[in-house]
């Protein structure tokens, strides 16, 4: 079907629907049925047959099944069924660790993607984009993906980017109107929203017309599917580690199978006591452990409301030195409330909070109604220069659209002005608001044919295109007194930290041209509106937080600098001597000036999003890692320039959202906060089980290679060293990473981003608890062996009692930076129920007689645990006391 040669009445007969109720929700089930989801074939997952067999393809876990395999060859039946166990057990734990991985990302693709503003049943709700179907009728905005291929019916200025189809990047003008043209390529198709284009300016309505592999973007899908998984910079730091560990366990375990077979010990038993040795010294679960801990620190990530779509994000978060955020929405509440309203020379002021309905105006103490000269004018300009609605929810009001929008309407409300007082007027014109701009304007045509145009914007940008003034005479020349008033009543106004919004006319006769480049000046002033957005109570806490923790908080605003200075001392971010710089300033600086004041800088007003790059690139310069905030897409560049870009969930657009590697849900500042203090954790719980998991194994290597050495029987048997490397590796090293944040975690200043995972000290504690626990495992080996020769079995049972027991007490020590006394050994549930859990499986396989033979163990008296105990503990309180 070649919609773009239809006119919008035929295209809503054929989809059977009207572009002002949208489709019913019999009609929405019948397409989706139809039709199915708006998505892209996406590439296909890897079946978890193949995932589950993956486990086994490390080349140790083969030679360790072929030496099995040998070992049943030659009787040692139980053994090989033991081992071939064991390895099953560990294949499965790899499964089921990469499954929750790969369920955690694809939540987060789910929770990232992009929504879609649609009309069903007459309203306007968010819905996610998968969720569109052929007929519905969609608004979109600047900033905003198109979500499938509609066909446009209403076009204010709207002009999209579709370099994603056609390769050129030039911007596209569109309108709303039939082409009769019947060989059209689909980039000369100006009434036609491609899926996944940009709108880059303007907004418009559509009516979807294709979805998923039906659309022009379905036909190019097979080169946006074969994406690769990407890795964080720490996982391939830890691969890069892991290889050198290979290397060096497979030479120490080359070494202890060497002179195991010197010393007289069959070949056979060596060889496979070595390549059990080196499954076990050989940390090949740390990747997984990597991912797990990651994605179960994204899970609780977004449970504080912060969406994470890169999980190279989360290790950076812990190096961030600077937060430069957005005033509105992010420090405030984003519930804009009119407060005073300058009108005739005169200040009105307004009760009432938030986005109730309920308020007066006040001339000084006396309350006044909609016959104040002028007021319920103003007030009607203000609703109809106007792009957000109001609707009620539980009984209670919000606002769909702009906040200051909201503001204007809630204001109108409160003098009894209702929607339906604007619906005698058309709006036959608009030009929207953009951060350039600074304005938003529209040409208005009542019954009568009179037409209007309504301006309004930033009090610095209208005022001089303000020729007249409306006063209680009517309308007046604006000289410079009045203009002076003006500015003052400005200024006292942002004094208050109230922002300002000046609204001005201009009556145009019906011949007269509409071309935006002339339409915006001659203006008459109307009044100001003062409005206030209160700040969110927890952000001071938040701010105060992150000064704690080294991290400094910029407040970036397109608000009047006594706006934003105002809140900014209210919220406790500007010191005494802080600087406030206002757009007006950058302009004139290079990167290297601002530089030079970028330290004693916390608040940016009357700033663009192009400054925000400027700020960006100058605390970069000065070696801060910088996050930065943004909704618009204008602020899309500022936010891939810095090290952590952070979009909006609610007022961002779905190109800001791409381009961040954080979504704050609610758009508050202190989710950031929590955000970084969560990516703190996730680093620290990295650390500890990267040390307990590598000590652990040293000391499993060093107490072979110094039986070895001693020229002494095996202290451990292939299958006992295995059990160690699946149940006190395995269980309690992923309930590290569930660990909760230390104490001081938020008091500590950044972490350096060129910091190595053996910093702060880490490889010596690897070693030094490495060396110890092999020590007092071969202590209760040699003592074991020395009193009774003749039965090796007891000995090994001590040793490997022993072993176990000693790793799973450092677990607790690996919970602290410094000493294990530091934290309540009870903080972390799910480490103790691992940890109870080993010593019971530990239990089982030397008590049950059944398992007994199998892991060549034999009972043990209390006095041997006594013994036991003593000895594990030594590695962990020795330097809990040292320290």
């Known amino acids: ?38 998505q892209l074939e996406s590439q296909k997952h890897t079946p978890k047959w193949l995932i589950f067999l993956k486990q086994f393809q490390d080349f140790m876990v083969l030679v360790l099944l072929a030496a099995t395999l040998i070992a049943g060859l030659l009787g040692e039946y139980i053994d090989a069924i033991a081992i071939m166990v064991i390895v099953l057990v560990n294949g499965f734990i790899g499964y089921f660790q990469e499954q929750k991985a790969e369920k ?19 309203k306007w709700e968010k819905v996610p984009s998968k969720e569109v179907v052929v007929g519905d009728v969609v608004r979109i905005n600047s900033g905003d993906r198109i979500p499938a291929d509609i066909r446009i019916t209403k076009s204010n200025s709207m002009e999209t980017e579709e370099s994603a189809l056609t390769g050129e990047s030039l911007p596209v003008a569109k309108h709303a109107s039939a082409i009769q043209n019947p060989e059209l390529e689909a980039q000369d198709q100006a009434n036609m929203g491609f899926m996944g284009t940009l709108v880059t300016r303007g907004s418009g309505i559509g009516i979807v017309v294709g979805t998923g592999m039906n659309t ?29 560990l290979i290397v060096v366990a497979l030479l120490l375990t080359a070494l202890v199978v060497v002179l195991g077979v010197m010393q007289g010990n069959p070949t056979y038993q060596m060889f496979l006591a070595g390549v059990s040795l080196a499954v076990a010294a050989i940390p090949e679960g740390l990747p997984a452990i990597v991912t797990v801990a990651l994605s179960l620190g994204v899970q609780r990530m977004i449970k504080k409301k912060a969406i994470v779509r890169k999980l190279s994000a989360v290790e950076t978060l812990g190096t961030a030195s600077v937060i430069c955020s957005d005033k509105t929405g992010t420090m405030t509440e984003n519930q804009m409330t009119v407060k005073e309203v300058f009108l005739n020379g005169k200040h009105l002021y307004v009760s009432g909070d938030g986005y109730d309905i309920r308020g007066d105006y006040f001339l000084n103490k006396t309350k006044v109604n909609r016959d104040f000269p002028h007021l319920e004018n103003m007030l009607l300009y203000g609703m109809l220069c106007n792009n957000a609605s109001l609707f009620v929810k539980l009984g209670k009001y919000y606002v769909d659209g702009d906040p200051t929008d909201g503001a204007l309407l809630v204001a109108a409300r409160k003098i009894g002005l209702k929607a339906i007082d604007s619906e005698n007027y058309k709006i036959i014109k608009e030009i929207p608001f953009d951060s350039d701009r600074k304005r938003m304007s529209v040409v208005i045509e009542d019954e009568n044919g009179m037409r209007l145009l309504i301006t309004k914007g930033a009090p610095d940008v209208l005022l001089p295109r303000m020729a007249y003034q409306i006063n209680g005479n009517g309308r007046a020349l604006l000289r410079k007194e009045e203009k002076n008033k003006i500015e003052r009543s400005i200024d006292s106004m942002a004094n208050n930290a109230l922002r300002t919004i000046a609204i001005g006319i201009r009556p145009l006769s019906s011949n007269e041209s509409i071309d935006a480049a002339f339409l915006e000046n001659e203006l008459t002033f109307v009044g100001l509106y003062g409005m206030i957005d209160p700040p969110r109570k927890e952000v001071k806490s938040a701010i105060e937080e992150c000064r704690q923790a080294g991290i400094k908080t910029v407040m970036i605003t397109g608000d009047h600098v006594n706006t934003a200075r105002a809140i900014a001392r209210d919220l406790n971010l500007l010191p ?31 700033v663009t999003p192009e400054h925000k790059l400027k700020i960006v690139k100058a605390f970069q310069e000065k070696g801060h890692i910088v996050a930065m905030t943004g909704d618009g897409v204008n602020d899309a560049p500022a936010i891939k320039a810095s090290d952590i870009g952070i979009s909006m969930g609610i007022s961002g657009t779905d190109v800001t959202k791409e381009a961040s590697s954080l979504v704050l849900m609610d758009d508050n500042f202190a989710t950031i906060k929590s955000a970084i203090q969560e990516g703190r954790n996730i680093y620290e719980n990295i650390r500890k089980f990267v040390r307990y998991l590598l000590a652990s194994n040293v000391g499993e290597i060093l107490v072979m290679l110094f039986a070895m ?35 001081n975690v938020m008091k500590r200043p950044p972490r350096n981003p060129r910091e190595g995972v053996f910093a702060r000290g880490l490889g010596y504690k690897i070693i030094s608890r490495g060396i110890l626990i092999g020590l007092v495992t071969l202590i209760a080996f040699m003592l074991t062996y020395q009193n009774n020769p003749e039965n090796l079995v007891y000995a090994q049972t001590m040793a490997f009692s022993t072993l176990v027991m000693a790793q799973l007490i450092h677990v607790f020590d690996c919970r602290a930076e410094n000493s294990i006394f530091d934290r309540n ?11 109870l859990s080993s010593i019971l499986l530990l239990l089982i396989v030397i008590y049950w007689p059944p398992l007994q033979p199998i892991f060549h163990t034999t009972d043990l008296a209390l006095r041997d645990w006594l013994f036991i105990g003593a000895l594990s503990a030594i590695p962990t309180v020795l330097f809990g006391f040292k320290k």
């Open 1 to 38: 079907m070649k919609w773009y040669q239809l006119d919008v009445e035929k295209v809503e007969q054929k989809l059977h629907v009207l572009s002002t109720k949208g489709l019913s929700l019999k009609q929405i089930d019948e397409r989706r049925k139809q039709y199915g989801s708006n």
């Open 104 to 122: 955690s990302l694809d939540k987060l693709k789910e929770l990232s993607a992009p929504m879609a503003n649609v009309l069903r049943d007459g």
């Open 216 to 244: 022009v973007m379905g036909q190019i899908a097979s080169l946006m599917a074969n994406t690769k998984k990407q890795t964080t910079p720490l996982e391939r730091r830890l691969a890069e580690l892991g290889k050198i």
């Open 576 to 606: 005494d001597r802080g600087l406030v710089l206002e757009g007006h300033q950058l302009n004139k600086m290079s990167v290297e000036e601002l530089e030079d004041v970028i330290e004693d800088t916390y608040v940016f007003a009357r």
């Open 709 to 743: 050495l001693l020229a002494m029987p095996l202290p451990l048997v292939p299958v006992q060293i295995l059990w160690v490397n699946l149940v006190t590796d395995g269980l309690p090293a992923m309930a590290l990473g569930l660990d909760k944040a230390e104490d």
């Open 825 to 835: 050994p009870f903080g972390n549930l799910y480490l103790v129920l691992a940890v």
